[in-house]
Each structure stands twice: as C-alpha cells, then as structure tokens.
C-alpha cells in the first residue's frame, strides 16, 4: 500500500528529530557554528574582495566573534559583582520567607519542622556530587565552545568548497533553484541574527531608560537581562521583568515602584511587537506564535538549552526552504505568520519610512 507523501514527509520529519537527539554531541556544535558563519559571511566576502587571502580573513571575523564573546560575559561579570553585594539581603528575605511557609504548613498540615526538612533533603546530592557535576559542566561547555569556534572558521574557509558539493550531488534542472535555496536559507540567517542583535541593543535602551527613571536598584543589569532574555521569545522578557519585580520587592520596593516595572514592559513590549520587529526584524523571517512555541518546546526536548537559542532562525531557515518547493510550500504558509491587513501594512511601511 503506497503510503500519501504528507505521511511520508511526517515519518521523515520524526526520523530527523530522533537522529537529532542521539546524535546531539555532534549535531548540536555543528549546527551553532554553522549559523554563526552565516552572520559572519558579509564580513568574510568582503575582506576577501580586499584580497585579503581567504584564511586570513577566516581568522579575523572568529577573532571578532570571540572579542564579541568575551566583551558580553565581562560586561555581565561586572554587574553581576555589583549585584552579589545585594545577596546577603536577598537571602535574609527568603530564610523569613521559608519560616513563614514552614509555620503555615506546621498549624493547619500538622507536618512537623523535622518531617519537612526530612522530605526537602531527601535524595540531594551530596557537596561532592554538585562539585563533580559542575566540572563536568564546566569541561563539555569548554569542549563544545572550541568545536563551535572551529566550525566557524572551517564552514567559513571551505565554504565554497561545500557549495559545489551540493551542486554536484544535484541534477543541473534544478541547480539554479539549489542555489536560490543555499542563499535564501544564509540570508535569512543572517537577516535573523543581525535584527535580533539590534532587537537587543533597542531593548537595552529602552529597559535602561524605564528602570532608570524608576529607580530600580541595579537598573543597568537588569535592563542587559531583559535584552538578552529576548533571544528566548515570548517567555525571555517574562522571565527577566518576573526577576527585575523579585529582586526589587526583596529590597523593600513599593507598590509603585512595582506597577511601574510592569508598565515599562508593557510599553517596550508595545513598542517592540508594533515597531521594531516589523522594521528591524522583517517580515520573511516572522514565525507565527503558534510555531515559535512549538519550536521552542522541541529545541528544548532534542538539544536542551541550545536547542532552545537555535530553534528560532533553524526553523526560519527550514521555511525558506519550504517556500522553494512545491510539495513543501503548505509547510511554510503553515509556519509563517499570518497576513495583516492592508492597512497594518501601510502603517509599517509609513514607520519604515520616517526612520
């Protein structure tokens, strides 16, 4: 019985998601590398028209990636060091919190302070386990962090190398198309990453401007820690205003001060979906809400915490594709976002246009 070609398409989806996930320590570097040499290609094509030799110029845009690296964990290094001084109070508030808990459940639970501390510490690893566990850590993100480095200046020297590859195991009818492919899929990448970093800057300023003129205590950090939460869609910024809120009423915040904190991220939510994403971010790229969750969820699942950053500009990337080919083209009407009407379209153009 011959099988319909969606059936087919979604057992080869399912295959690809499991070879995925057993084969993550391989994949999942690779595949980080890969999109980070397409965000340095502009680059790299440009210093090479300089007839600068092509390794070279491999060399310095990994260079630049690492400055770009090192720049961002310094910066958070330094306010995250201003914040320990605040780590004393904040733990003094939850030991009273936990007092009060453990009280409730004592009166109206009768579970005695024994018996709850008995269930909190049953099956915690001992100090030793956390110091293992860390190094183990601490030794895969260093390993994973070298492989990434070295995919980037390989992808990006043997680049052209690669691209005749598939040309050669494509047949010449459809050469053309594979080409406007490889380059829409880049390009898309490129377009991803690059908006999201001046998503991100915007963010930072907006953020830093609002707390600041609160006068949210440690205002800068939190501000950088809602801008880069938004590489995570949707729950990022949550998360970040969630702890911005914490942090500030462990300090005795009061109620203005909080309502304020949420009307600075109800405003730069505003700003971002209405502004910024349509003109910084393009529209080619947008995922629809359904799908960016679903894709979330499944980075997450296959790949963890990784997963999580890459789902985003791989399934972008998977749509483009998908806008190339007839049998797959539902995929990406599917995935993409929906279209607005004809006078939402006026007003971001008419934004387009004043900035």
């Given at each position: 019985m ?23 320590g391989f994949?999942?570097p ?9 965000l ?14 092509k390794?070279?110029?491999?060399l310095?845009?990994?260079?630049v ?7 961002a ?16 109070l904040?733990?003094?508030k ?71 590859f598939?040309f ?31 998503m ?43 702890l911005t809120?914490?942090v ?7 109620l203005?001060l ?39 969820v ?11 950053f ?30 607005n ?11 387009k246009?004043?900035?």
């Amino acid at each position: 019985m011959k099988l319909p070609l969606f059936i087919k398409q979604g057992l080869a989806f399912l295959f690809v998601l499991f070879l995925s996930y057993f084969t993550k320590g391989f994949l999942m570097p690779l595949a980080i590398g890969g999109i980070l040499a397409t965000l340095f290609l502009p680059l790299c094509k440009w210093l090479e028209r300089k007839n600068i030799y092509k390794g070279l110029a491999a060399l310095i845009c990994l260079l630049v990636l690492v400055i770009l690296i090192v720049s961002a964990i310094g910066i958070l290094s330094w306010e995250i060091a201003e914040l320990t001084t605040d780590f004393a109070l904040i733990k003094q508030k939850a030991i009273k919190s936990t007092a009060k808990v453990q009280d409730y459940i004592l009166n109206h639970f009768g579970i005695s302070l024994e018996k709850q501390a008995q269930i909190v510490l049953y099956d915690q690893p001992s100090i030793g386990g956390i110091m293992q566990l860390v190094g183990g850590s601490f030794t895969y993100i260093l390993t994973n962090f070298v492989l990434v480095l070295a995919y980037v200046f390989l992808l990006l020297y043997y680049r052209i190398h690669l691209r005749q590859f598939v040309f050669k195991l494509t047949i010449k009818l459809n050469q053309e198309k594979m080409m406007t492919v490889i380059y829409g899929a880049a390009h898309v990448s490129q377009q991803y990453l690059i908006g999201l970093a001046k998503m991100i800057v915007f963010l930072w300023m907006m953020y830093g401007i609002g707390f600041g003129m609160l006068g949210v205590k440690n205002a800068i950090f939190f501000a950088i820690l809602c801008g880069l939460l938004e590489i995570i869609p949707f729950i990022g910024n949550i998360t970040g205003t969630a702890l911005t809120l914490f942090v500030s009423a462990a300090h005795g915040a009061s109620l203005t001060l909080l309502g304020g904190i949420v009307v600075t991220y109800a405003i730069v939510q505003f700003i971002q979906g209405w502004i910024l994403e349509p003109v910084i971010v393009g529209r080619q790229v947008k995922i629809n809400p359904l799908f960016t969750i679903i894709a979330l969820v499944l980075g997450e699942l296959v790949w963890g915490i990784p997963g999580v950053f890459l789902a985003i500009p791989m399934l972008a990337m998977f749509k483009t594709t998908c806008d190339h080919f007839e049998t797959l083209k539902p995929y990406g009407f599917l995935i993409g976002e929906v279209q607005n009407n004809q006078t939402e379209l006026s007003i971001i153009e008419k934004v387009k246009k004043l900035l």
